[in-house]
């Protein structure tokens, strides 16, 4: 059982930055692949980005290649996604997820554990 707790949302104008974070309980952290979905309102949850185990393997949505950054340190058992350049059309429910079998990055049935979200505004 992996618990998974995302932090690091928060209100923003367009153009700036956040670091979000999700630090997850458990020995095992570096065995499961992770990745970055969101969810905006009265829209379905979309994948954002994945990395693998190590690190050394990270996928992007188009919209936010070039802007967003995904990476983790197994030693502090999280992974995170740095957010630049951030657009109204950003605002969301952010969630991460983690999964410790092969599978497709973006595919959410692919995941097994689920943080509870954390809200990302940006404003114009």
């Known amino acids: 059982q992996v618990q998974l707790v995302e932090s690091g949302g928060g209100s923003v104008q367009a153009g700036g930055s956040l670091r979000l974070s999700c630090t997850a309980s458990?020995?095992?952290?570096?065995?499961?692949?992770m990745g970055w979905f969101r969810q905006a309102p009265g829209k379905e949850r979309e994948s954002v980005a994945g990395i693998s185990t190590s690190g050394q393997i990270t996928y992007y949505v188009d919209v936010v290649k070039g802007r967003f950054t995904i990476s983790r340190d197994n030693a502090k058992n999280t992974v995170y996604l740095q957010m630049n350049s951030l657009k109204p059309e950003d605002t969301a429910v952010y969630y991460c997820?983690?999964?410790?079998?092969?599978?497709?990055?973006?595919?959410?049935?692919?995941?097994?554990?689920w943080g509870q979200g954390t809200q990302v505004t940006v404003s114009s």
């Open positions: 458990g020995r095992t952290f570096s065995s499961y692949r």
């Open positions: 997820a983690a999964t410790a079998t092969f599978g497709i990055w973006y595919k959410e049935s692919d995941y097994d554990y």
